[in-house]
């Protein structure tokens, strides 16, 4: 079994294999994985890594294994009747993962999404792409919002 202790970004050293993720599998510090020529690497990072298109394991002995983002299916938004400021003001309201774009905004499927967006305008279609979602201020090395203000009606309260 090989051992990933540490990782690099777009590496120009041959990789001894590959490892295809998806956008949330990237998100990595400890976990059994397979590389896509079947062998079996424990990842045990120092801390968690967010892994890019063209990034790094590196195992014990040096050699690396190259991360590849798996396509996915997403839905592209396109601006229509509102600008695409607008909808991803929107998209960004809901904490959606969103990878922006100059003209199109690519996010995962839900169909709930979909209803919402197409009714303030927006053109969506269904595609099969990588992603590579951007992560915002509120985001870190755990799992889930990362950020301390509540939802819901609950969490404001006004003043007279």
């Known amino acids: ?32 994985v397979t590389s896509d020529q079947g062998d079996k690497i424990i990842v045990d990072l120092p801390e968690a890594v967010l892994l890019a298109d063209g990034d790094a394991l590196v195992l014990e002995d040096g050699r690396e294994i190259r991360i590849i983002a798996a396509k996915e299916e997403l839905y592209e938004v396109r601006p229509g009747a509102v600008p695409l400021r607008h909808l991803a003001w929107h998209i960004g309201n809901r904490h959606l993962a969103a990878q922006i774009d100059v003209e199109r905004i690519l996010i995962r499927r839900d169909h709930v999404i979909r209803a919402m967006l197409e009714g303030l305008g927006a053109t969506v279609t269904e595609v099969v792409e990588h992603f590579q979602p951007v992560h915002g201020a509120y985001h870190s090395h755990e799992h889930g919002h990362g950020h301390a203000h509540e939802h819901g009606p609950h969490g404001h309260h006004h003043h007279d």
């Open 1 to 32: 079994m090989l051992h990933a202790i540490s990782h690099s970004h777009h590496s120009d050293t041959e990789p001894f294999g590959t490892l295809t993720l998806d956008s949330n599998d990237r998100h990595l510090r400890r976990k059994l």
